[in-house]
């Protein structure tokens, strides 16, 4: 006899795991990331300030701009 389809049982079939090896190298590869010195982290994130900075000015002076000419437009 079939079950009903809204049953609460758990339907198990005969499926075969997967054989996904993770590469020998990713565990090196993980390694060698977190071995970025300082200095590095330093200058990264002095490049992603500035970055970040330059936009923000940017819109500022856009916005300084724009401003009395979109507020002359009524």
Request: proline share 5%; net charge positive.
């Amino acid at each position: 006899m079939r079950t009903p389809l809204n049953s609460l049982t758990p339907v198990l079939r005969n499926y075969s795991r997967s054989v996904v090896s993770r590469p020998a190298n990713d565990n090196a590869l993980l390694r060698a990331a977190g071995r970025v010195s300082r200095m590095r982290r330093a200058a990264e994130a002095g490049v992603w300030m500035a970055a970040y900075g330059f936009a923000i000015a940017g819109l500022w002076y856009g916005s300084l701009v724009a401003g009395p000419y979109l507020r002359s437009l009524g």
